[in-house]
């Protein structure tokens, strides 16, 4: 611009010289014609000018932008410059908000960016099931009349946010939420939430899980514990007290070595996803070898049975398969009573190879079925531990099924007995 009039001031000087120099020479007329002339072109190119300006200035872009004569093309170029730098610069702009709204829109984490006025001022999809917003009809309400939980009022309130805020929803589903507010400047903040639930049950479980193996562990390290103490009173420990106590601790060491060895087996199938080892099953071979665990278990107090015994091969890990069905055997042993029918049975469905093993035993409640699966899950503990079960057995089949991509099936009627069937996929059986 300074340019600009140092070359406008420069021209006029020249029309002003010329004026002088021709009415010097006896013209005035003739001068001052000649300077209202000249400055009447210069207003006229002038004002041209200023009217492609101001028409440009409507719509500012660099493809509209005029092409000027003289000091204008200076302008011109000074400003089609300044508009490019401009628009790269509101391009980078651009282009770095639309990867911070991409990278926050695809975070597993909820995003919610507050006004001083702790109003939404955007809101990412995560954050719209973990606090019931709306993206669209929430932006510009503030939090606190959305979100209506007393926790929730008194942590926005409070100074410090270096500790997380955890609060429970029960509608529309259960959702356990971790909350954190991060101021970002001097007005504004980031409110962030992440789903726990799936570690909040984790730890439940975890919890349970310990708690239940000591309460195990427990009662036989007791009766072990009392008889040890016991003999060690006694001054004199005849052969008649020491074959009493003998049988007893050693069934009670048993139980926690047979306990010890599920929670291995369970953690071993559990830390390892996929099955290490495929080969071809011996079905036929398998069968003959759970009918005889079967007998062995049941001393001849329960009629053990082999019915409708398919030919089809199985693919699968054969001792994770045994392991599995060897549960399943044995808990209907242990839960039918004397002179009840026990069967085993390995048949063909709709391209589907089914396993069952079948009692008329106690049979098992409804509500009790859909958690047998669970870790240390009894339907009756005292009845559970009278029979020499860990809790773990149906927890080890449940792993070895997933593993083996199959499903169990429970039907069950109290008083009359149950039936466990064993699904397998069509791919797990056919000649490879």
């Not at 021209?11 to 010329?18: A, H, K, P, R, Y």
């Not at 770095?96 to 109003?119: H, K, S, T, W």
């Not at 050693?250 to 010890?260: A, D, G, H, K, N």
């Not at 291995?264 to 390892?272: A, D, I, Q």
């Amino acid at each position: 611009m300074h340019e600009f009039l140092k070359r406008t001031l420069s021209l006029l000087f020249s029309i002003l010289l010329l004026a002088l120099m021709m009415a010097w020479f006896g013209s005035v007329e003739l001068g001052l014609i000649t300077v209202i002339a000249g400055l009447a072109s210069w207003l006229a190119v002038n004002l041209y000018h200023l009217a492609l300006l101001l028409r440009w200035l409507q719509s500012p872009t660099l493809e509209r932008m005029p092409d000027g004569f003289g000091a204008w093309h200076a302008v011109f170029m000074t400003l089609y410059r300044n508009r490019r730098s401009q628009h790269h610069s509101q391009k980078k702009l651009t282009n770095v908000l639309e990867r911070f709204i991409n990278a926050g829109e695809a975070m597993p984490d909820g995003v919610v960016v507050l006004d001083e006025n702790d109003r939404i001022e955007w809101v990412n999809p995560m954050a719209e099931p973990h606090l019931g917003l709306d993206r669209k009809r929430d932006v510009g309400n503030q939090i606190l009349n959305l979100v209506r939980q007393p926790a929730f009022h008194a942590y926005m309130q409070q100074e410090s946010f270096s500790q997380p805020l955890v609060l429970h929803f029960a509608q529309p589903r259960e959702l356990v939420i971790s909350l954190q507010l991060v101021p970002f400047d001097s007005t504004r903040k980031l409110l962030l939430s992440r789903d726990i639930t799936q570690l909040e049950r984790v730890q439940t479980v975890l919890k349970d899980f310990v708690a239940n193996v000591s309460h195990e562990l427990r009662t036989p390290l007791t009766v072990v514990g009392g008889f040890l103490e016991t003999l060690g009173d006694m001054p004199k420990v005849d052969e008649a007290t020491f074959r009493q106590f003998l049988p007893m601790m050693l069934e009670q060491s048993r139980r926690m070595q047979t306990l010890v060895e599920d929670l291995l087996t369970l953690s071993r199938l559990e830390n390892s996803a996929k099955v290490e080892i495929v080969e071809r099953v011996d079905m036929q071979l398998m069968l003959d070898s759970l009918r005889v665990e079967a007998e062995g278990l049941s001393q001849g107090h329960h009629e053990i049975v082999l019915n409708n015994c398919s030919h089809a091969v199985l693919w699968g890990a054969t001792r994770e398969l045994h392991s599995a069905f060897s549960n399943l055997v044995s808990n209907a042993v242990r839960y039918t009573p004397p002179a009840g029918r026990i069967t085993l049975a390995w048949q063909e469905h709709d391209n589907e190879l089914h396993f069952s093993v079948s009692d008329s035993g106690i049979g098992i409640p409804r509500e009790h079925i859909p958690r047998l699966t669970e870790r240390f899950y009894r339907v009756d503990r005292g009845r559970s531990r009278s029979s020499g079960g860990t809790g773990l057995g149906l927890a080890i089949v449940k792993h070895v099924l997933v593993r083996h991509q199959a499903r169990l099936e429970i039907s069950s009627e109290p008083d009359k007995g149950s039936t466990f069937v064993v699904i397998f996929a069509r791919d797990r059986h056919g000649d490879r």
